[in-house]
T-cell receptor, first 114, second 108 residues
C-alpha cells in the first residue's frame, strides 16, 4: 500500500508564527505536491517538486515556501502565518513514468490560524 | 490560469438516474486527464484516467479533444456515489492541476 503521511491532522497556530507542515511518502516517488483545499475553490497547487532540492511554484505560492532535502520528504513552510492561510492542506506524490501517473494523497492537515 | 473548469459546484440526482459531471480543460499540449473522488472522511483518490479508457464503479469518461471536455458519466446513480469529484489535468512537466470540484448527492 502506498503511504503518504502528513505529520499532523489538525494544527492551530497564531498569526505571525512560523509553521511547518511535513509530508513523507514511502514509494520512492519523484514528484511531490502541496495543495490547499477550500470550499468552492477546489484544490489549488501551492508548490510542486520533481526531484530532491528541485521545486516549482504552483498557482498560489505567495506566503509559502517548501523544502525537499530528501526524496521521501516534502515540507511546506508558512514563514509568518496569517488568518487567510486557514485551510485544509493536502500533500500528494506521484511517480514519473509513462502511463503511471496516479497521484497518492495524504490524509490532510487542517490548519487554523488565529 | 484556469486550466480545468468544473461548472457545477453541486449536483443532486435521484438513485437510479443518470449522472454527468462536466469538466472542460485548457491546455496547448497533449492532455492527460483524470477524475479523482473524495468520499466522506476519506482521502482523495484516483477514480479513473482517460488513458486507460476504463469503467470504474460504473463510471466512464471520454476525452473529447474537439470540445476540450472530459465529462464523467454513470447510467444509474447509487447512493454510495455521493462524494466530491475533481477533474484533474497533468501537464507535460508532471504537474497536476485540479478543478474546483463538484459535490454529487444521490437522493434515495
Amino acid at each position: 500500500d502506498v503511504k503518504v503521511t502528513q505529520s499532523s491532522r489538525y494544527l492551530v497556530k497564531r498569526t505571525g508564527e512560523k509553521v511547518f507542515l511535513e509530508c513523507v511518502q514511502d514509494m520512492d516517488h519523484e514528484n511531490m505536491f502541496w495543495y490547499r483545499q477550500d470550499p468552492g475553490l477546489g484544490l489549488r497547487l501551492i508548490y510542486f517538486s520533481y526531484d530532491v532540492k528541485m521545486k516549482e511554484k504552483g498557482d498560489i505560492p505567495e506566503g509559502y515556501s517548501v523544502s525537499r532535502e530528501k526524496k521521501e520528504r516534502f515540507s511546506l513552510i508558512l514563514e509568518s502565518a496569517s488568518t487567510n492561510q486557514t485551510s485544509m492542506y493536502l500533500c500528494a506524490s506521484s511517480y514519473t513514468g509513462k502511463g503511471i501517473t496516479e497521484a497518492f494523497f495524504g490524509q490532510g492537515t487542517r490548519l487554523t490560524v488565529v | 490560469a484556469q486550466r480545468v473548469t468544473q461548472p457545477e459546484k453541486l449536483l443532486s440526482v435521484f438513485k437510479g438516474a443518470p449522472v454527468e459531471l462536466k469538466c472542460n480543460y485548457s491546455y496547448s499540449g497533449s492532455p492527460e486527464l483524470f477524475w479523482y473522488v473524495q468520499y466522506s472522511r476519506q482521502r482523495l483518490q484516483l477514480l479513473l484516467r482517460h488513458i486507460s479508457r476504463e469503467s470504474i464503479k460504473g463510471f466512464t469518461a471520454d476525452l473529447n479533444k474537439g470540445e476540450t471536455s472530459f465529462h464523467l458519466k454513470k447510467p444509474f446513480a447509487q447512493e454510495e456515489d455521493s462524494a466530491m469529484y475533481y477533474c484533474a489535468l497533468k501537464t507535460g512537466a508532471n504537474n497536476l492541476f485540479f478543478g474546483t470540484g463538484t459535490r454529487l448527492t444521490v437522493i434515495p
